[in-house]
Structure formats: structure tokens, C-alpha cells
């Protein structure tokens, strides 16, 4: 059975939706190059939960709304968004700048989060470990750089459609409107991270060039109740590299918190 | 029409084999390349001839600001304009410009630019510029921010010259209890104001409204481009109901002048391709940052696919107008033909560029100062309508 997609107002931006499965919800939230298409991973997941994939405000097939500069506006607008589906028990999972958004929201309260899961989060910064710079990556080193398995990196499409670069253009400018300065991170998140009180699993691919492994530790040690797993051989985005380890783990992860 | 002489001021030093190991010249490239020592005598050197500049007869000198390369060696230049401003005498000083989104302080510019303006007793022209892409990536300033921070530096600065302070500023991106400038600018109600760019509909529109009607300075543009930007600055400007005057046009340029065609050819040909392919070069990354341009023009250039940094020859620049080259009398016919059919009643002439060293740079200078420039100074300007004064 397909995903379904849907269009859904909230806080006055338009945003869209794709979502499958039954049980208990999921939320997933996208990293850098949103939310396009359902990939493998969601589906897997969707055996076992109701997974809801939005695409950010600002991203993809969302709108952008005036309201939007900081990643913090999109922490609270998600806090609106799993009001507005009537979520009060959710598993929160995002991946990349999804991750520093997950946190961030998670800071602020954990009322409705049953479970948080931090894949390679942007977010903080590690003093004396050096960031990878996607603005400066031309299409096929960021390609290259994203995945630790050379040749699913090369397997990657280049959008192909005007339409497709456009929504390349789109996410990549919200991406440095969010990220740009200070570079992927909120240099006041790590003092609050503690404010975490939901079951918190990070996972990180050992080979992650963007952000690298040596964040995980940081991360785990900010955040209370939060355990630490490193993918082998694996780039920045273990669920799409290593879908069915990455499953696995979070399948595990949000079941023995239920 | 007026004559100005325009400087880089490049790392000409520059060991011209770095990109075996460096894809730019910009941001990444390690300034283990630069030698102070070499560095020091370039600075004495180029302001000499921005002071000779003065002595020949040129109308105005102008510099400019990019950060973090061997391009142009300017982060402040301000800096330079304060170093001419009290060795020349007669000359306009013009710094075009200062990236206004860069700026996390915009009143320094407006107290800088003021200080300037009052030691020379109003030599001064102020330019404001978005910076090159690369900018974004040497400053941390973010592109996707670059229009909403330049209009609202803009408006403050020009606030901080026209109002009697103090009065508070509030904006998204600036913020200030008190903005009170002292010293105040030496012209009334400001110094002119140009934006310098290399071609685009919006900013002519902003800068042609008759709020404003700024000088528009088309720069390094192919000359079949110039004309067409400078018809759309006239066009937009009768639209609004007046007709744009030639000081309202400026056009910055590259240009060699050499005893003959051929022996100017000569000349300039390696140092014209180093500044083409040595210190121009960056990668697309480097040069459009996200938001730099908006999604629509970014997807024009990605369909072009020809960055900068494809390799170019002197022919190329040549044929396409990009750079004026050959004997007093070819230059002169050249740059009366262009400024009878397009129009612009500034030309910036950059008479330097690249590896072109001190030698060549005086000769270049002195022949286009004698046997050219008499004849387009001759030209008449359409006299200057006063900008409109600022409440």
C-alpha cells in the first residue's frame, strides 16, 4: 500500500505530509535536502508505526511563512503541528538539521514525547572538532562526502527536472538561512539540553564527514537518559545508507520505552 | 564625461602556480602565499599610483572591498581612501564599496565614510555593494540574509547622514537607542551615492527610483550587457516619470593602452589572462552562496553552467568589449563609440590588473591620461540633477 500525502495548515503555513502505517506514531523529521520522497526506511517503519514524515516549513513542498528565521520558530512550530494532529504520545525521530530541531523542541518540554531519537544531530558544537562545510561542497563532493559506501554515492541522482533543482535551490536556502551563522548550531542549546527528560537514543555513523562521530559523545554526555549508538561503516545519513541496521535499532529503542 | 582610475590593488606577487594544488584564489587559499614584505612594497606601490592618478589629470580615484584573497587586497578600504585623502588634492575619492550586509555595525560606515568626506571637504563618493558571494563565506555573514540587510543598512546609514540625531533605529537585523553621527557629512544633504554591479533588474529598479536615482555602475560586463542595463536603468527611470542624466551611468572597465595595437596586445596579454584565470578564479560554491541570488536567476546560471573560472584569453575579453586594448587612437574610438551609443557619463578605468607590474602600469596610465582621456573629459555631461534632499 502507498504512503498517503497530505496538505495540512498549521500556524498558518501551508506544509505537506506523508505519512503510513499503524500503531504508535512516529514523527520524522528531515534533514537538509528534505522530504521529497518516501524511502525505504519509512516504510520498514511503517510496519510497525504510524509514521508521519512533514516536510519543514520553508522545504520542499512547504510553504515558507514570514514568521520563519531561526530553528528555534520551527522547535515551536512542530510543538503546534503534533497539537494539531492530536499527537500526545509521539516518537520523535530527526536526522541532521531535523535532529538540532527534535532537541530543541525537546528542551522546551517533553509532555508529549514518548521517545526521542537523534540521528547525527546538528545543533552544538564541538570545540576543536572540525565541521565538514556543505556550502562550499560542489553537488558531487557533497554526494561523496554524505555516504561512507563510495559507490551508493555515486548512485545518487543530480536533480534531473527544473522542477527538481528548484526544490534543491529552495531547501539549500533554508538550509543557510538556518544554518549559515553560527555554522549548524544554537550555541545556547547545549546549556539547556539537560531540560531532556524523554528516553533518548543517538545514533551516528562512524564515517559521517559532515558532522563528525566525536559529536555523539558530546551529545549523549549533555543529555541525561540518553544512550549513544555508532553505525559502522557508515556515512551522515545511516538511515538511508544503513536502512535496515538503523531500523533495527530504533525499532529496539522506542518498543523497550513502551 | 568623467574619468576615474579604479584599483584592485591585487597580490600581483602571487605565486601564479598555486592552482596545481588550490582551486582558488579566494577564502581557501592559504595566506602562506602571502609575503609581507612584497605585500607592503604593492601597497606603497598602488597607492603611488593612485596619488599619480591625481597629478595626471583623472577625475576621481576609486577602491573597493573583497575579503580573504589574492584578488584585491582592500578588506578596509577605507583604510586606502584615508591614506589618499589627504596625499591628493584634487581628485573624487569614491570606495565602491562597502558590502552593507557584511556589516554587523552599519554606523561605522556611515562615521567612516562622513570622516572621509569632511578631511577632503566633499572629494567623497560612497559606494554600496551586496559583496561577491565569496564575501558570505570569508565574513560568516549569511547570504540568505544579504537583501533584507542591505536595504536596512542602507536606510540607516543614509538616515545617520540626513537626520539630526539623535533618534533611535529599530530594525530587524540593526538596533540602536541613539543614532546621533558626529562628524556630520561635509556635502549636502550627503555624499552621491553609487551601486556598482555586474547586472541586475532589481537593483537598477531600486537604484533608479526617484527616491534615490543613484549612479548605477555596470562593472566587468560584456558591452552588448552594459547597454542593455543602462537602456533599463532609462527606461525604468521614465517609467517613473524623469529622464535619467549620463551622471546617473557609470561603466568600470579594464583598459591598456601601448603605442601601438599590437604592441598594447602584447603587453597586456599575460597579465590580463592572469587576472581572467588566476585571480578571478573560484569555484560556483564559492561565488553564489545560497540566497545570494534569488532561486530564479540561480537556476539562469545553473543552466549557463559557465562559472567563472573557465579559462578566458585576452581575444575573448576583447571581442566581447570586456576589455579595451590597443593604440591611444583604437582606445579612443572605442570608448567614444560605446559612451555615444550607451551613454554612461562616468568611466572607470582599471588600469592595473592582474600581474601588469609598475612599469607597464605608469605607461599605461600616462598615455591613456594624455592621448586618451582629453577627448572623452570633452564630451559633455548632461549636467547633474541634484539628488533629492533627505528629510
Known amino acids: 500500500m502507498a504512503h498517503q500525502e497530505t496538505f495540512e495548515t498549521v500556524t498558518g503555513c501551508r506544509i505537506r505530509i506523508m505519512r503510513k502505517g499503524q500503531g504508535q506514531p512516529l514523527l520524522f523529521l528531515h534533514g537538509a535536502s528534505g522530504a521529497a520522497n518516501w524511502l525505504p526506511f519509512m516504510d520498514m517503519l511503517a510496519q510497525n508505526y504510524d509514521v508521519i514524515v512533514p516536510e519543514h516549513p520553508g522545504f520542499g513542498g512547504s510553504a515558507t511563512p514570514q514568521w520563519l528565521d531561526t530553528v528555534g520558530d520551527l522547535a515551536h512550530f512542530y510543538r503546534d ?9 509521539v516518537h520523535l525521530v530527526g536526522t541532521s538539521l531535523g535532529g538540532w530541531i527534535a532537541a530543541e523542541l525537546a528542551t522546551f518540554t517533553c509532555e508529549k514525547i514518548k521517545s526521542l531519537t537523534l540521528v547525527a544531530p546538528a545543533g552544538i558544537s564541538v570545540p576543536g572538532v572540525r565541521k565538514g562545510d556543505m556550502f562550499m561542497w560542489s553537488p558531487e563532493e557533497l554526494a561523496s562526502k554524505l555516504f561512507h559506501n563510495q559507490e551508493l554515492a555515486r548512485s545518487v541522482p543530480q536533480p534531473a527536472t527544473e522542477e527538481a533543482v528548484m526544490l534543491m535551490l529552495k531547501n539549500r536556502l533554508m538550509t543557510a538561512k538556518l544554518g549559515w551563522s553560527p555554522r549548524m ?17 543517538i545514533i551516528w555513523g562512524d564515517d559521517d564527514q559532515l558532522l563528525p562521530p566525536a559529536y555523539g559523545p558530546a551529545y549523549r554526555d549533555l543529555i541525561p537518559s540518553s544512550s549513544l549508538h ?29 | 564625461m568623467k574619468l576615474y582610475m579604479m584599483h584592485l590593488m591585487p597580490y600581483a606577487d602571487l605565486d601564479l602556480d598555486y592552482d596545481k594544488t588550490h582551486n582558488s584564489a579566494w577564502i581557501t587559499l592559504p595566506n602562506s602565499y602571502y609575503d609581507p614584505k612584497k605585500g607592503a612594497k604593492l601597497y606603497n606601490r598602488y597607492l603611488d599610483e593612485l596619488e599619480y592618478a591625481d597629478q595626471l589629470g583623472f577625475d576621481g580615484v576609486c577602491v573597493n572591498e573583497h575579503h580573504q584573497n589574492a584578488y584585491g587586497l582592500m578588506p578596509q578600504p577605507g583604510v586606502m ?13 569614491a570606495i565602491l564599496g562597502r558590502a552593507l550586509p557584511l556589516l554587523n555595525n552599519p554606523v561605522t560606515v556611515a562615521e567612516e565614510f562622513a570622516m572621509i568626506d569632511n578631511i577632503t571637504e566633499g572629494r567623497f563618493i560612497a559606494g554600496f555593494v551586496r559583496g561577491i558571494g565569496a564575501e558570505y563565506h570569508a565574513w560568516s555573514s549569511n547570504p540568505a540574509d544579504s537583501h533584507e540587510r542591505f536595504h536596512e543598512a542602507h536606510d540607516l546609514i543614509v538616515r545617520a547622514w540626513t537626520e539630526i540625531g539623535p533618534f533611535p533605529f529599530e530594525g530587524k537585523h540593526y538596533q540602536f537607542e541613539y543614532v546621533n553621527l558626529w562628524p556630520r557629512p561635509y556635502q549636502t544633504p550627503r555624499p552621491p551615492i553609487w551601486i556598482p554591479s555586474q547586472g541586475s533588474s ?8 526617484p527616491d534615490r536615482r543613484y549612479t548605477y555602475l555596470q562593472t566587468f560586463t560584456p558591452a552588448a550587457m552594459l547597454a542593455k542595463y543602462m537602456q533599463m536603468y532609462k527606461d525604468m527611470a521614465a517609467e517613473h516619470g524623469y529622464e535619467a542624466t549620463e551622471d546617473q551611468l557609470g561603466w568600470s572597465v579594464p583598459v591598456y593602452v601601448g603605442e601601438t ?79 555615444k551609443e550607451i551613454g554612461f557619463g562616468h568611466l572607470l578605468t582599471l588600469l592595473q590588473f592582474g600581474t601588469l607590474p609598475a612599469d607597464l602600469t605608469r605607461k599605461n596610465m600616462e598615455l591613456f591620461a594624455k592621448e586618451v582621456m582629453p577627448h572623452l573629459q570633452a564630451r559633455g555631461t548632461t549636467p547633474a540633477v541634484s539628488e533629492p534632499a533627505f528629510s
Not at chain 1, 538511515?239 to 522506542?254: G, I, S
Not at chain 2, 532589481?202 to 527610483?209: C, K
Request: charged share 25%; with cysteine; net charge positive.
Open chain 2, 202 to 209: 532589481e537593483t537598477i529598479e531600486w537604484a533608479s527610483h
Open chain 1, 230 to 258: 555508532i553505525i559502522a561503516q557508515c556515512g551522515h545519513l545511516p538511515h538511508v545508507e544503513k536502512a535496515q541496521e538503523f531500523v533495527t535499532h530504533v525499532t529496539q529503542f522506542t518498543q523497550e520505552v513502551a
Open chain 1, 185 to 201: 548550531h544554537n550555541p545556547h542549546l547545549r546549556k539547556w539540553l539537560h531540560r531532556i527528560t524523554a528516553p533518548t537514543l
Open chain 1, 81 to 89: 503541528l503534533i497539537d494539531h494532529l492530536g499527537l500526545t504520545s
Open chain 2, 261 to 339: 595595437d599590437e604592441i598594447a596586445r602584447r603587453e597586456a596579454q599575460p597579465h590580463i589572462e592572469n587576472f581572467l584565470n588566476k585571480f578571478l578564479r573560484m569555484p560556483k560554491e564559492m561565488l553564489l552562496p545560497p540566497g545570494y541570488l534569488s532561486l530564479k536567476s540561480m537556476i539562469g546560471v545553473m543552466k549557463a553552467k559557465s562559472a567563472i573560472g573557465g579559462k578566458q584569453t585576452i581575444d575573448d575579453v576583447m571581442d566581447k568589449g570586456m576589455f579595451i586594448c590597443g593604440s591611444p587612437q583604437t582606445v579612443r574610438q572605442k570608448l567614444e563609440q560605446y559612451q
Open chain 2, 81 to 93: 581612501a584615508g591614506a589618499l585623502a589627504r596625499r591628493t588634492k584634487h581628485v573624487k575619492i
